[in-house]
């Protein structure tokens, strides 16, 4: 239990650091459009930073290829929808519209979290 619980808190910081800190304006501009570098590249550093928690729980290198490939994919595809269902931008900031975006957003990633702890725990990833 102490290590589903240790997986959680360090996908929720790796999140923080992959969304928060190490995105650039050049990937969010590209995220509305999938012929732009930028969406790929955000999501290949999400991708990247779950595969280093994954190995640092000691799961196995083919778990940890599949659910990387997996979670770029739907990260990506996360971030495409929200950026243009939202317009591409919401600079508003004060408008409830784009709270209610930016939440449903991280809803959807922290649900993808929730989904890897169920891996995890069908499959023994972890030992629990």
């Known amino acids: 239990m102490l290590a589903l619980i240790g997986l959680l808190v360090a996908l929720q910081v790796k999140h923080f ?3 928060y800190v190490l995105q650039s ?3 969010i501009a590209g ?4 012929g732009h570098a930028g969406g790929y590249v955000h999501a290949a550093i999400h991708a990247g930073a779950t595969a280093l928690v994954l190995f640092s729980f000691g799961v196995d290198w083919r778990w940890v290829l599949a659910i990387a490939i997996a979670e770029l ?3 990506f595809t996360i971030d495409l929808i ?3 269902v939202s317009g591409d931008g919401l600079a508003d900031t004060g408008a409830r519209r784009f709270w209610a975006m930016h939440g449903a957003d991280q809803l959807a990633h922290h649900l993808t979290y ?6 995890a725990v069908q499959f ?4 629990v």
């Open 31 to 34: 995220k509305a459009d999938p």
């Open 17 to 19: 650091l992959a969304d």
């Open 73 to 75: 994919a739907i990260h």
């Open 114 to 119: 929730a989904l890897l702890l169920f891996v």
């Open 124 to 127: 023994g990833l972890l030992g």
């Open 25 to 27: 304006g050049w990937m």
């Open 82 to 84: 929200k950026a243009r």
